[in-house]
């Protein structure tokens, strides 16, 4: 009953069907997309409309994925530096013990890198793993788990201290996902010429690239963020992981990323964000809900039998970053004319008269 009524009130979140947003991407055609996006911030919808509609005009939102891996690190301690740096020579010796260990656990899983640091005689042990078309949270789990154990079988000294060690990093903000990645890397990039920059965000290109400076860079260095530098990723990105059965926390790391800015010698706007870390999975938990399912399938990440399409976490990563973009443009065109970001909240949210 209290299961039946958690899945009620999740897909009660209010949610549009936003776009279309005209994409672009290496692996497939121009395609015009309608995007669900599932939000109790309804400025979110008119704000990744607004970028949308910009992509129609100008030849769309070209996006690429650079890289994915599902990572979790385990602990293991030694009883002295000794033993942890034999099993660092073992493990640079023997990278087929990862790969064997990591088929034993599933059909799914490989095993493509790993990242190994030793503290006193303690070793983080930090595993990069393909997971196919689920996000790979558990996959990845229960392959570190058999690596660990096998680590220790071969060297029965070692303790296993625990199967998530921090430097996956789960969850959490971290350098070392921004370095390595985590989940889908993504890049996307929409140039816009100044007349379209004026007449559909009704600001100039120098306004933009401006503010980007001040607000996202020197505001974020000022702040301490950790390698990264945006005004909202995290709206957008929540928006779609509720619609699509993502795991909503792993917003966390998914909205670390940076906005880049420049006003090409003609005059006109370039504008990318990079994510490098996106997590994001067609098949798994959360997939079976009815609306999710049907968001899936709006997305072409399913057919319309509900089978999983080639690549559908793949594609749901590009479509998720050319969100991105929609939203974060809008968003720091309206923050260039000063009262526009209130006025339209407080029509949009509260219902007042412009």
């Given amino acids: 009953m209290i299961g039946e009524q958690l899945i009620e009130a999740f897909a009660s979140i209010p949610q549009q069907l936003v776009g279309p947003i005209h994409l672009r991407t290496p692996e497939w055609q121009d ?37 994915e891996n599902m990572t979790r690190s385990i602990l293991l301690e030694a009883n002295n530096l000794e033993q942890a740096i034999a099993v660092k020579q073992y493990l640079a010796s023997n990278p087929e013990m990862l790969h064997q260990a990591t088929e034993s656990t599933s059909r799914h899983a490989k095993c493509l890198s790993y990242h ?47 199967v998530s060690a921090n430097t996956c990093t789960d969850k959490k903000n971290a350098a070392i996902n921004g370095i390595l990645g985590r989940g889908k890397s993504v890049v996307a990039e929409m140039h816009i010429d100044r007349n379209h920059c004026e007449k559909w965000l009704r600001t100039t290109p120098e306004k933009i690239q401006a503010l980007h400076v001040k607000k996202n860079l020197i505001g974020s260095v000022l702040a301490g963020s950790v390698r990264s530098a945006n005004a909202h990723f995290a709206n957008m990105i929540l928006a779609l992981y509720l619609a699509t059965g993502q795991d909503g926390a792993n917003v966390i790391e998914g909205s670390q990323g940076i906005t880049h800015v420049d006003v090409t010698d003609q005059g006109d706007l370039y504008f990318s964000v990079t994510l490098p870390n996106l997590i994001v999975g067609t098949i798994g938990n959360g997939k079976n809900l009815d609306f999710v399912r049907e968001n899936l399938q709006q997305l072409h990440c399913l057919d319309d ?11 749901l990563a590009l479509i998720t ?6 939203g974060e443009l809008s968003l720091l065109a309206a923050q260039t004319n000063p009262g526009e970001l209130t006025r339209s909240h407080m029509i949009l949210e509260r219902k007042e008269s412009p």
């Fill in 321 to 326: 970053a050319a969100t991105v973009l929609c």
């Fill in 116 to 162: 190994l640091e030793i503290v006193g005689k303690l070793i983080f042990l930090r595993l990069s793993f393909n997971t196919d078309q689920a996000s790979g949270h558990n996959m990845a789990t229960k392959s570190a788990d058999a690596i660990g154990r096998g680590l220790v079988a071969q060297f029965p000294k070692l303790q296993f201290n625990t």
């Fill in 305 to 315: 039998k509900g089978e999983l399409m080639p690549n559908s976490s793949q594609r």
């Fill in 31 to 67: 395609d015009d997309i309608m995007v669900p996006l599932a939000t109790f911030e309804s400025p979110i919808w008119a704000t990744v409309k607004r970028g949308a509609k910009l992509s129609q005009q100008v030849g769309g939102i070209y996006a690429a994925l650079l890289s």
